[in-house]
C-alpha cells in the first residue's frame, strides 16, 4: 500500500483520540477508571498499557482494517503500534505522540512515524517519519470536556521529513488552515461492533493544507479511544466511517 496512505491514516486516528490532559491533573490518574465531573462535563483518564483496538473504516477508495496496541500513555506522551491491512498489502507502524498543554486546550506538537512493510522485490522497507506543528495543534479542551464547549483550532505550519531506508530524505511543509471544535454530548451510549459504549461526542476538523473535513467523533469515557468516526465532506455527504471492531486487553 502507498506509504503516504499508511502515514494519514496512522495519523488521524491518533490525533483524535483525546491527548493527555495537564500534567497537574493527571499525576493522580495513572490508569483506571476515569474520572466524571458531575453534571454535563468529563474529564478523560490515561489509556492502559497494552490495550488492544481493532478498527474498521467503510471509505470510498477502500476499505481498510488496523489494529492500535497502546504501549504506554503519560500526560504529555502516548506511544502505540498499528498494523494496517487493505486490499494494496499489509504494513506495521510504530507511532509516538507528543504533546502539551497551551493555555486551556491540549495540542500536538511533535509525531514521529515508523513505517515497515513489505514491497515487492525491494523486501522490507522502513520510513520514518517526523511531523512537527508551529504552533501546536490545537485538539480539544485540556481539563473537563463539557457539553457546549468549543475550541479554536489556530492556523499552523505543519514539516514532515521523511526518511526511507532506500532513497534520500524528503521535507514538506504544509500551512494548515484554522478550525472549531464543539463537544456534542458527554454520555452519548453508541453500539458499534466492539460492544456499547458510553461516549463523549465531539465535532472537530482534519485539516491538511487548505482543506477541512469535518469529523464526529465519539470516544470511550471508560477506555479514553475512539470506538466510532464519522468524516463529512464540505456537502455533508458521509466520506468514511470508522468503528471499533474488537477490544481487548482493558
Not at 505522540?97 to 486551556?104: D, K, L, S, W
Not at 515497515?116 to 501546536?136: C, L
Amino acid at each position: 500500500m502507498p506509504i503516504r496512505r499508511l502515514l494519514v491514516l496512522c495519523l488521524l486516528v491518533l490525533t483524535l483520540v483525546p491527548v493527555a490532559e495537564g500534567q497537574r491533573r493527571r499525576r493522580a490518574v495513572r490508569s483506571g477508571p476515569a474520572l466524571v465531573t458531575p453534571g454535563q462535563c468529563h474529564t478523560f483518564g490515561l489509556v492502559k498499557a497494552g490495550l488492544k483496538a481493532t478498527y474498521l473504516t467503510n471509505a470510498q477508495g477502500g476499505d481498510v482494517n488496523f489494529t492500535i496496541t497502546y504501549i504506554s500513555d503519560a500526560p504529555t506522551e502516548t506511544r502505540t503500534t498499528q498494523t494496517v491491512t487493505t486490499a494494496q498489502g499489509n504494513a506495521e507502524a510504530e507511532t509516538v505522540v507528543t504533546g502539551e498543554i497551551v493555555g486551556n486546550l491540549r495540542a500536538i506538537k511533535h509525531v514521529f512515524v515508523r513505517t515497515v512493510s513489505i514491497v515487492p522485490v525491494i523486501g522490507r522497507f522502513t520510513t520514518d517519519v517526523d511531523i512537527d506543528f508551529v504552533p501546536s495543534l490545537a485538539a480539544g479542551p485540556a481539563a473537563g470536556w463539557c457539553v457546549g464547549n468549543t475550541w479554536q483550532t489556530a492556523p499552523s505550519v505543519q514539516t514532515i521529513m521523511t526518511r526511507p531506508s532506500i532513497g534520500p530524505p524528503t521535507t514538506i511543509t504544509n500551512n494548515l488552515i484554522g478550525s472549531e471544535g464543539i463537544v456534542l454530548a458527554v454520555d452519548d451510549v453508541i453500539q458499534v461492533p466492539a460492544g456499547e459504549f458510553h461516549t463523549v461526542k465531539y465535532r472537530g476538523a482534519i485539516v491538511a493544507g487548505t482543506g477541512v473535513s469535518t469529523a464526529i467523533t465519539w470516544v470511550s469515557k471508560e477506555h479514553n479511544i475512539v470506538v466510532r468516526q464519522d468524516t463529512v465532506d464540505a456537502g455533508g455527504s458521509v466520506t468514511s466511517v470508522t468503528r471499533l471492531m474488537e477490544l481487548s486487553g482493558g
